[in-house]
């Protein structure tokens, strides 16, 4: 019989599964603070355990860790992490320190199925999703005691690798487990949800009420264009996408982020900009403008400064608030997939011939 892994648990299911062995509800407490605050890695470390339960639980549960196989810095202080998976995956982490704030960008799949032209994670097609567990731990990691620097606020994206609406049960479980008192106790305030658009998907994301940020990539104004950069535009073209998110549910001032790649001559002309404020009309929203990050054998390009700067200026003089995404970390690649991209590149080139 396999092992469950108690990171992938809520403390309800922690309980259960006590409670079925006849203990009280304070164990669950225990355990959790084990998990959770004081980072055990083995049911063995939770020494106010009663060794009789340890040894129960030790035969069905147990505790993962990633393994960190590489850490890069950026000269902007953009710092990016290769995690080892259990069975041998590979997973990426970005860290962006920002006085005594940081946001940790967490991956939730292995690759990604949804084929953006313009995207490293989508080469290769998906993996896998993953378990909660390894994208809570991506988290986890820095807050080992002793590990990193301690920082007031720490804010989380999930814009890493894969789309966080196809591992639907990985990210709103980990989400729940970020959030809880009893889990990492980050505020959902904190926490922003990025999605290629899966409407359906985002409609039972809304009904799961978990009060975090939303951020849509939008990437186009016109169904023509995005069908042909994201694929999954044919399933859910722009109006239907468009009506979930002004049904998703949002706290008075929260506003969802419509994230827009900037293609050169693709998506980035004046009209596009005049089509954008037309589409986002009525919708509590902002705008994130994102200058492509230049990827291997793309055929795609970042448009010039001025180009963007006109595209952006034409939407806040037309009452869409909007930023511009300085590319951190372009040093090191920190754009999504790109260290793994790197690595397989790297393991390709020195793997021998045959
Ligand atoms: N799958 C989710 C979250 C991960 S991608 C999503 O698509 O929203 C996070 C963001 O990075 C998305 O807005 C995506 O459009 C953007 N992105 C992907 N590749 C990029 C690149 N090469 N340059 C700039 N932005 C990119
Ligand atoms: Fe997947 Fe997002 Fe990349 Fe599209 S942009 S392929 S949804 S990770």
Redesign the pocket.
Known sequence: MSLTDLRDLRRDEIAAFLAAQGELDFRARQVCQWVYKRQATSVQQMTDLPEVLRQRLQKQMYVSTLSLLRRQRSEDGTEKLLFGVEDGNRIETVLIPRGDKRTICVSTQVG?A?G?R????AQGGLVRSLRPAEIVGQVLHFQEPGREPARDFTNIV???????LDNFRGTVQAVRIMTADWGLGISPRRITV???GLARRLEAFGRADLKVNL???L?ATTDAVRSRIMPINKAYPIDRLLQACRDFPLAVRQRITF?Y?LLRDVNDSLADAKRLVKLLHGLRCKVNL??????PE?PYRRPADDTVQRFWTWLVEHGVSASVRQSRGRDISA???QLRYAEQSAARLTAPEG
């Open positions: 990604c949804l953006c313009f995207c490293l994670t999930f814009m890493g690798m894969g789309e966080p990025s999605t290629s951020a849509v990539s990437n994230e790649v994102l200058p492509f990050n230049e990827i793309s754009a999504c997939g």
